[in-house]
C-alpha cells in the first residue's frame, strides 16, 4: 500500500517557521517528482501547487507566494520530502498535502491526507 504521510503542521504567528514532513512507502521514491500543495481555507476544491522537487533535489521549482521563504528538500535515505516554511503569513494558512508523481514505466499519483497550518496573530 503507497502511503504519504506529513507532518510538521501546527499552529504559528506571523513572521514564524514551520518545516513539513512527508514520509513515502509502498512506493519507490527515488524516481517519484514531489510536491507540496496547499489548500486554502473554505476552498475544498482548489489545491495550489507551492514547490515541486526531483526525488535528488536536482531540479526544484517554487510558486511566485513561495521564493525566497520556503525551501523543499528531500532526504532519500529516508523516503522524505520536506517544505522549510519562513516569515510566514496570514496568506500561508492552509492545509498542505504532499503529492508523489511517477513517470512511464514507474507511473503513479499518490496524495497524503494534508496537515493543518494555521497562521494567525
Known amino acids: 500500500q503507497v502511503q504519504l504521510v506529513e507532518s510538521g503542521g501546527g499552529s504559528v504567528q506571523p513572521g514564524g517557521s514551520l518545516t513539513l514532513s512527508c514520509v513515502v512507502s509502498?512506493?519507490?521514491?527515488?524516481?517519484?517528482?514531489l510536491s507540496w500543495y496547499r489548500q486554502p481555507p473554505g476552498k475544498e476544491r482548489e489545491r495550489e501547487l507551492v514547490a515541486t522537487t526531483t526525488a535528488s533535489g536536482g531540479t526544484v521549482t517554487y510558486a511566485d507566494s513561495a521564493k525566497g521563504r520556503f525551501t523543499i528538500s528531500t532526504d532519500t535515505s529516508r523516503s522524505t520530502v520536506y517544505l522549510q516554511m519562513n516569515r510566514l503569513g496570514l496568506e500561508d494558512t492552509g492545509v498542505y498535502y504532499c503529492?508523489?508523481?511517477?513517470?512511464?514505466?514507474?507511473?503513479?499519483?499518490?496524495w497524503g491526507h494534508g496537515t493543518q497550518v494555521t497562521v494567525t496573530s
Open positions: 503529492n508523489g508523481k511517477g513517470d512511464w514505466p514507474y507511473g503513479g499519483d499518490f
Open positions: 509502498g512506493f519507490r521514491f527515488d524516481v517519484l517528482t
